[in-house]
């Protein structure tokens, strides 16, 4: 039984991580057709691409009203993007971060954690009976999502940003691929969500920690191997703004999808998961700006996943 759970569930995540990469070649074609500039489908589907796993996980999830893996896949996989993503990215070669990335972007993800957490705790802050997203929250969320998406355009315009390049395929061949991408991504976000309860269960842990970790780590390996591909090519602008802008998808788009779908009650106890997101999120903030280089070095990444272990020990002991 527990093996059968096992294979569907690394069966999921490949069809998660698959559907994805066929979803962003579709959509990158499509919008090629409609002489959208490579720079913007680049700054925008690459890092939401990456983060269509973490999406179509959490819609499942709020229709089925489970809520611990709503909040934990995202919160999860957030730390991990920060974490693990980018100290082994930090591992292979030091990563140069511009100035746009360290004074606008990685403080808007701050902004969003800060947004979130305002947010979700309704009983702490205006003393509710119940903590969680509303279907207004999630509105905000999306108004949020859409000011940042203006920002990505702005910057599209500078000359001196990332140039993708963005194979165009036949009409045809596009929509099968956008087809085939979401119907991938909606089999294997079943396939995740069902098989990671049931192992929950089997395990006699929460859904929380499955969540935080199997869950949260597995729908971010597309992340894993954009940046790590990136850093090594030295395309250190794609490798960092790839995980930034994927913290932030995941908090104003997944979330606010999600609770629009179904409003999503909040357990108190991922606080704590915020708390480290901010953490890992502030230390990042500073490791860059105190170097004059403006560059992550091995030091902070062995920090990031000497960290993240702690993190992982510790949750274990939560359960």
């Known amino acids: 039984m527990e093996l059968t759970i096992l294979i569907l569930l690394i069966a999921g995540f490949y069809l998660l991580i698959k559907g994805a ?12 057709r409609f002489n959208v500039r ?14 269509l796993p973490e999406a179509f996980v959490n819609i499942i999830s709020s229709i089925n009203n489970q809520n611990e893996i709503v909040f934990g896949n995202v919160i999860g996989s957030n730390i991990f993007n920060i974490a693990v993503i980018l100290g082994i990215s930090a591992l292979i070669s030091p990563i140069k971060v511009n100035k746009n990335t360290l004074f606008k972007e990685i403080p ?24 969680g997203l509303s279907a207004l929250d999630g509105l905000i969320l999306i108004i949020f999502f859409v000011v940042f998406l203006a920002y990505v355009f702005k910057i599209s315009k500078d000359k001196a940003r990332h140039k993708f390049k963005v194979q165009l395929h036949s009409t045809p061949k596009t929509l099968v691929y956008i087809i085939m991408g979401f119907f991938a991504l909606f089999i294997g976000a079943k396939l995740v969500v069902n098989n990671s309860t049931e192992l929950a269960r089997f395990l006699g842990v929460s859904e929380k920690l499955i969540a935080l970790t199997i869950i949260a780590g597995g729908t971010s390996l597309p992340e894993l191997a954009v940046s790590a591909v990136a850093v090594y090519k ?18 104003f788009f997944v979330l606010g999808i999600g609770s629009l779908i179904r409003p999503a009650a909040y357990d108190p106890i991922f606080n704590i998961d915020m708390l480290v997101l901010t953490f890992f999120t502030l230390f990042l903030f500073f490791a860059i700006l105190l170097h004059k280089d403006r560059k992550i070095h091995k030091i902070q990444s062995l920090f990031f996943l000497l960290g993240y272990a702690a993190y992982i020990a510790y949750l274990f002991y939560r359960k």
């Open 21 to 32: 990469d066929i979803l962003v070649k579709g959509s990158s074609s499509l919008a090629k």
């Open 38 to 51: 490579e720079i913007v489908i680049g700054l925008s589907l690459v890092a939401f691409g990456t983060s």
């Open 108 to 131: 808007f993800s701050l902004f969003a954690a800060f947004i979130l957490f305002l947010l979700v705790n309704d009983s702490l802050l205006l003393g509710f009976d119940r903590n």
């Open 234 to 251: 030295k395309e250190y602008a794609l490798a960092v703004g790839n995980i930034i802008g994927s913290n932030i998808f995941n908090i």
